[in-house]
């Protein structure tokens, strides 16, 4: 049992100490996780919900979502160098969520001892920034529908509805604040999509029609390191909440404690 799959190959020892100094917090739907400016000394990582990354919103500009960050996937400082950070971002849970907060000197720590995590970090960072930089340039160059319609795709799956679909709490504002339109034009879209069949809901969801992923799909594949030995072993990559405290325990008395 590790607390991400970054961590599975660190000895238990130091995953039980990780755990001791770690916290586990529950966010409602649109409830700020982080501010932007507020520093802090932690890194946030998902492990169930949806949270996304807004800029702007003061001074009468519009509140822009950069990217989401879904479960298994995680928030931190551009830089490990520093056990504290000010954030660049407004950190919101854009659904119901629960969030690992791991002190960021804990990980800078795990990193220096185990060369492996850190280049796994670094590839989840790159990973991330490869969609963003995909995100800026459908902005820039699809049609308001097309945009439309691959943003509704790809939050079949970052929150997917368990009927299929997306969770239809995702609301009109937060699909427009992340493909760059005003609500407006989001909702007149959707309204024509399901008017031809391209859209359609039911209680739990909004489903579209696979084929919008057609192409850059490749923008939706995990954001989590992954090895065979965790399908093998059956291991989930998070502990489960009930077991954190029995675990924060254990590290809290030491390696060996009985």
């Keep these: ?3 991400h799959s970054l961590f599975r190959n660190v000895p238990a020892a130091e ?11 529950s966010f409602r739907r649109n409830e700020t996780v982080l501010r932007m400016d507020e520093w802090t000394d932690k890194v946030y990582f998902v492990a169930s919900g949806l949270l996304r990354v807004v800029v702007g919103g003061n001074g009468g500009s519009a509140a822009v979502t950069t990217d989401f960050v879904r479960p298994r996937d995680l928030f931190l400082s551009p830089t490990l160098d520093e056990a504290r950070y000010q954030s660049m971002a407004n950190l919101v849970a854009a659904l119901p969520s629960s969030v690992y907060l791991i002190p960021a000197a804990a990980l800078h720590d795990i990193c220096a001892r185990h060369p492996s995590v850190a280049l796994e970090l670094l590839e989840l960072t790159v990973k991330r920034m490869t969609i963003i930089r995909s995100q800026l340039r459908r902005i820039s160059s699809l ?4 945009l439309v319609a691959r943003v509704l795709y790809e939050l079949t799956q970052l929150a997917p509805a368990d009927t299929g679909g997306f969770d239809k709490r995702i609301s009109q504002a937060v699909i427009a604040s992340y493909a760059g339109l005003s609500r407006e034009v989001v909702n007149k879209t959707m309204r024509e999509m399901e008017n031809r069949g391209l859209l359609w809901k039911d209680e739990h969801g909004i489903h579209v029609v696979a084929d919008f992923a057609s192409t850059d799909h490749g923008s939706f594949e995990s954001l989590e390191p992954h090895s065979a030995s965790d399908e093998r072993e059956g291991e989930t990559p998070f502990i489960a909440p009930d077991e ?12 060996g404690a009985k």
Excluded: H, I
């Design 1 to 3: 049992m590790y607390l």
């Design 143 to 146: 049609t308001s529908e097309t």
């Design 244 to 255: 954190l405290d029995l675990l924060r325990t254990a590290g809290e008395r030491g390696p």
């Design 15 to 25: 995953r039980v100490a990780l755990v001791a100094r770690s916290e586990l917090r």
